[in-house]
C-alpha cells in the first residue's frame, strides 16, 4: 500500500548556524524545547521554515542543540536535540524517538483501550507535531510548516509503529492556509476510510471520534483516566457534566450504572454526538442533554433548585494569551460557585482547567477559595493531571489538571 504524494515536500532544508544569547543558550543546555526569537544573536539572512538550526554555544565549535527554524513564529527554533553529544537528524533519528513514545504507552494499552495520543508534540520530542490513533486510524496533526520537509519520512514509521491501516492528516488553520504543500486538512494518506467517524474504545467503554471534522484530532484524550475515575463514582448517582463537548464524562458514567446525566455544551451538534457515543454501550439510566452558553444555563438550573450527586466541569481553555490569565481566573471561580451550588448534599464537584498559562496550583488555590469560603464541610479526594499518553518533558506542557471536592453535608 502507498503513501500519497501530496506529504512529499519540494523544499529541502539547509543547516543553519546560529548563535543565542546567553538567556537562549541557558534554555538549550536545560532541555527546553523552545528559543524565542530575542534569544537569536546571529543565523543565517535565509533562513526559512523547515531549516535545520545548528546551534553553537559560547565556544565556537562546540555545537550544544539541533532544532528547527520556524520564520512564522516568535519561537523561532522548536528543539529536536539539546546536547552536546552528537546528533544527525535524520530517518533513523526520528524513527528511534517514536520508537521510544511508543513503548511509554505500554501500560495503558494493557488495557482495554485502542484509543492513545502517539506523539504528544514538544513532551516526545516532535514540537508542533501530534500523533493520535483511534483503533486502527492514525490521525497526525501538523501545527507548523517546519515539519514539511520531513513528513514524508516520519509518517510511515508512525503508520509501522502504531501497526495502523490508516493514516489521515489534519492541519491547523495556519497551515491550511499556507501555499508551501499540497495537503487539504482531513486528507486520507495511506489506506482508506470508509467512515470519518471512527469507533474506539476507551477503558472498555466504547466511543466514536470524527477523525475528519472533529475538534483536534476528532476527540479529547488527555482526559481518560478522570473520565474513568468520575464513571467509577457516579454508580446510582445523578451527573451533571458541563462543557460536554462528545460527553466523555457523561458516557462513562452511564456506562458505570449512573441513574440520570445530564450533559450540557453550546454545541447542538457535539450533544447529538455524546447521545450517539453513549447508544454505542449499555446502560439503563437517563440521558438528558442542555444546549446553551454554560454560565447562563449553571444559572438557571440554580434559580430551578436542580441539584446533581455529581457535577463535572471541564471548560475550554480560557486563557490562549498572556493577556486573558487574570479573566480566566476569574471565570474559573465564578464556574467553582456556580458548580458547588448545584453539587447536592454529600454529593461532588470535580473542577478541570486546560489553560496552560493558569499553573496547577494557581487554580487549586483559585478552586480552594471558593470553596473554602462556603459553609460546608468537603475534603480534596484527588488531584490529577495528565494521562500517561501525554507525557510532561517541560513546564509549559503541563496544561491539565483536575481537583475533585467531595462535601460532607
Known amino acids: 500500500m502507498l503513501f500519497s504524494s501530496k506529504i512529499k515536500s519540494n523544499y529541502n532544508p539547509k543547516r ?14 536545560q532541555g527546553h524545547p523552545w528559543v ?8 543565517n539572512d535565509n533562513a526559512k521554515s523547515g531549516d535545520l538550526a545548528i546551534i553553537f554555544g559560547k565556544n565556537k565549535n562546540r555545537v550544544v542543540g539541533l532544532g528547527l527554524y520556524d520564520a512564522n513564529s516568535p519561537i523561532r527554533i522548536k528543539m529536536l536535540h539539546s546536547s552536546t553529544e552528537k ?16 513503548s511509554k504507552r505500554q501500560s495503558l494499552l494493557k488495557t482495554n483501550t485502542n484509543s492513545y495520543r502517539l506523539l504528544f508534540g514538544e513532551n516526545d520530542g516532535f514540537p508542533g507535531l501530534i500523533a493520535d490513533v483511534y483503533a ?3 490521525v497526525v496533526k501538523i501545527y507548523s510548516e517546519i515539519w514539511l520537509p520531513y513528513i514524508e519520512t516520519i509518517i510511515p514509521d508512525l503508520q509501522e509503529i502504531s501497526d495502523c491501516k490508516t493514516v489521515v492528516i489534519r492541519l491547523s488553520r495556519s497551515l491550511e492556509n499556507s501555499k508551501k504543500h499540497k495537503l487539504e486538512n482531513g486528507d486520507v494518506v495511506f489506506g482508506t476510510l470508509k467512515d470519518e467517524v471512527v469507533k474506539f474504545v476507551e477503558h472498555d467503554v466504547n466511543f466514536s471520534a470524527n477523525v475528519i471534522k472533529g475538534h483536534k484530532t476528532g476527540y479529547f484524550l488527555d482526559h481518560r483516566a478522570n473520565r474513568k475515575q468520575v464513571g ?43 447521545l450517539e457515543n453513549g447508544k454505542l ?15 447562563l444555563e ?8 436542580v441539584t446533581f450527586d455529581v457535577v463535572v466541569i471541564d471548560p475550554p481553555s480560557f486563557a490562549k494569551q498572556a493577556s486573558e490569565i487574570e479573566l480566566a481566573k476569574k471565570k474559573y471561580a465564578q464556574l467553582a460557585e456556580l458548580g458547588e451550588k448545584l453539587t447536592a448534599k454529600n454529593g461532588m464537584l470535580v473542577l478541570a482547567s486546560c489553560s496552560s498559562r493558569v499553573l496547577a496550583q494557581e487554580f487549586y488555590d483559585i478552586n480552594s477559595d471558593v470553596v473554602a469560603s462556603i ?35
Open 281 to 295: 454501550n449499555k446502560f439503563k439510566g437517563k440521558h438528558h442533554t442542555i444546549a446553551g452558553d454554560a454560565f
Open 87 to 102: 546528533a544527525e537528524i535524520n530517518a533513523a533519528f526520528f524513527k528511534h524517538k517514536i520508537s521510544k513514545a511508543f
Open 375 to 409: 459553609k460546608r464541610n468537603y475534603k480534596i479526594l484527588l488531584k490529577t493531571q495528565h494521562d500517561t499518553d501525554h507525557p510532561v518533558g517541560f513546564p509549559e506542557g503541563a496544561y491539565l489538571k483536575t481537583v475533585y471536592y467531595r462535601f460532607i453535608d
Open 298 to 305: 449553571l444559572k438557571k438550573l440554580i434559580k430551578d433548585k
Open 36 to 43: 524565542f526569537s530575542d534569544n537569536i544573536i546571529k543565523v
Open 232 to 274: 467509577e463514582l457516579s454508580r446510582g448517582k445523578t451527573v451533571l457534566d458541563v462543557f460536554s463537548y462528545a460527553g466523555g464524562f457523561s458516557v462513562h458514567a452511564l456506562s458505570n450504572g449512573a441513574k440520570e446525566v445530564t450533559s450540557l455544551d453550546i454545541s447542538k451538534q457535539a450533544l447529538e454526538i455524546a
Open 16 to 29: 543553519l548556524a546560529v548563535k543565542l544569547n546567553a538567556k537562549g543558550e541557558q534554555f538549550v543546555v
Open 136 to 138: 486502527s486510524v492514525l
